[in-house]
């Protein structure tokens, strides 16, 4: 049997996989990081001995302990962040499990019951499990798996009106993605994001930002929220974060540090020390101006180099977060035909979506475009 046909065998077909086994780094040009997460490309030098020298030293001990590389993380995303504490998982969806959590249990101290009810926008995405499927704003996640969690009200993104109407008495939280990434990169305009904060702010209604896919310096920002000038009460992390190992981490603000008590929530692997390990060689890296000013100009680089493609309609996204709408062609032929010659794209909805490690290096880039531009280029 053939790798692919022993995992079509044995591994439930719940994904579309494209037939290629990944092995190492050399084999393609990476423009999709593995959706994101290998935010400092493959094997970096410093990741890679962090990561090792943790696991010979320590692999895991129960969050009924301490443990150094989890302090230290914690401690450094704080000073990077201006956040007051985190809470560690595994995943995005376990990250939104907790700021779901979190959101309602800050109401219900204060207010009671009742006041349970979480706006997320539509064409929103937050994650898997129940509860985030739940959370998510796209009908074609709502299917098979009923019931869903109740509790989420859906708005329409840049619609402040249709935000002002559902933000009603029963309300504890509005989610949000800064850049809605599964749902096609499409960034939030300022004026609707000034207004969620100034309604949220009157009402003490808490602003949840979903940064999973956005944050860890994807924007060419620590978080994409810096770009407009907002400071969410609680912050979910996880994707580029550990640069390509498991890991979720849901910060707190001031108004949350204390709402999460002894027994209320928890992970058995959550602040696991070999990838928090890894975790701090990422925000080390990350975290510096100069690599997030460089993040930026890759990102400038990208569109520069395709502002010449007659196919292209046109580019969303920020830093290295990019959606390019083509005019003709589809985008799902376009990734095959860009693996087909040695090049790794990622779709969303009808964009091809590019999110490369953060650290690609203009070579790579040059290869990885000059691929691209000859597809699209290619008459259908
Ligand atoms: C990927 C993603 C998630 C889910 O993360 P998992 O690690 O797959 O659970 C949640 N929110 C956003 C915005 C994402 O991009």
Redesign the pocket.
């Given at each position: 049997m053939t790798i692919i046909e022993k995992t079509d065998k044995y591994v439930m077909q719940s994904y579309g996989r494209l037939p290629a086994v990944i092995e190492n780094a050399e084999q393609y040009i990476d423009f999709g990081s593995g959706?994101g997460t290998n935010s400092l490309g493959y094997c970096d030098d410093d990741w890679v001995n962090a990561v090792c020298r943790q696991a010979k030293l320590m692999q895991h001990t129960s969050n009924y302990y301490y443990n150094t590389p989890s302090a230290d993380f914690a401690e450094k995303l704080c000073d990077i962040t201006g956040y007051t504490n985190v809470f560690f998982g595994n995943?995005?969806?376990?990250a939104?499990e907790c700021a779901i959590k979190t959101a309602r249990k800050y109401s219900f101290d204060k207010y009671g019951k009742g006041r349970h009810t979480i706006i997320t926008l539509k064409n929103s995405?937050?994650?898997?499990t129940l509860a985030?499927i739940s959370a998510t704003g796209q009908d074609d996640f709502h299917n098979y798996f009923f019931p869903f969690l109740d509790g989420f009200v859906y708005a329409e993104p840049n619609d402040t009106v249709d935000l002002a109407e559902k933000l009603g008495s029963h309300v504890c939280a509005v989610m949000l993605?800064y850049v809605q990434?599964?749902g096609g990169v499409c960034p939030l305009e300022q004026d609707f994001v000034d207004m969620v904060y100034m309604l949220c702010a009157e009402k003490d209604v808490l602003v949840i930002a979903?940064e999973?896919?956005t944050g860890a310096g994807r924007t060419g920002k620590f978080l994409c929220q810096e770009h407009f000038g907002h400071k969410a009460d609680i912050v979910?992390m996880?994707?580029g974060l550990f640069g390509g190992l498991p890991g979720?981490v849901c910060l707190f603000g001031e108004k949350c540090s204390e709402v999460l008590t002894a027994g209320t929530h928890g992970s058995t692997y959550g602040g696991n020390p070999v990838v928090m390990s890894g975790g701090i060689v990422v925000l080390d890296k990350v975290s510096q101006p100069e690599f997030l000013s460089e993040v930026i100009k890759k990102g400038d680089y990208i569109r520069e180099k395709l502002s010449a493609v007659n196919e292209i309609a046109s580019i969303d996204g920020k830093g290295l977060m990019l959606g390019i709408t083509l005019k003709s062609k589809n985008a799902k032929e376009v990734m095959k035909k860009a693996l087909d010659n040695g090049l790794l794209v990622l779709v969303a909805k009808e964009k091809v979506r590019l999110l490369p490690p953060l650290t690609i290096t203009y070579d790579d880039l040059d290869k990885g475009l000059e691929i691209l531009i000859n597809i699209l280029g290619e008459k259908t």
């Open positions: 959706v995943s995005g969806a376990e939104n995405f937050h994650g898997r985030t993605e990434g599964e979903d999973v896919q979910t996880a994707k979720g």
